[in-house]
């Protein structure tokens, strides 16, 4: 069973950066794109950033392209997420996804989550 462990966050004031992980077990870890999910108090979660099984191929939300990096060491299995020039609004838990498609339907794996406030 694939699990997915979180960690990184905390208190940082605006401006600041922060680097999450995600550290992945229990599958074939270069077969799965990743992805990074946050989800603010009151609010729907949303899609940060996502990485291909390569590598090569990175997607971000308009309103972290710029800031945030996303990228994955396949020999640690483990996705990154790099926050630069952190803002208020980013405060959120954080998720991170496996995705594999199996017999044309996606499966999704998700993390515990991880909190991370920005103050003003």
């Known amino acids: 069973q694939v699990q997915l462990v979180e960690s990184g966050g905390g208190l940082v004031q605006a401006g600041a950066s922060l680097r999450l992980t995600c550290a992945f077990s229990?599958?074939?870890?270069?077969?799965?794109?990743m992805a990074w999910f946050r989800q603010a108090p009151g609010k729907e979660r949303e899609f940060v950033a996502s990485?291909?099984?390569?590598?090569?191929?990175?997607f971000y939300a308009d309103s972290v392209k710029g800031r945030f990096t996303i990228s994955r060491d396949n020999a640690k299995n483990t996705v990154y997420l790099q926050m630069n020039t952190l803002k208020p609004e980013d405060t959120a838990v954080y998720y991170c996804?496996?995705?594999?498609?199996?017999?044309?339907?996606?499966?999704?794996?998700w993390g515990q989550g991880t909190q991370v406030t920005v103050s003003s």
């Open positions: 990485i291909s099984v390569s590598g090569a191929n990175t």
């Open positions: 996804n496996a995705a594999i498609q199996v017999r044309g339907n996606y499966l999704h794996y």
């Open positions: 229990g599958g074939s870890f270069s077969g799965y794109a």
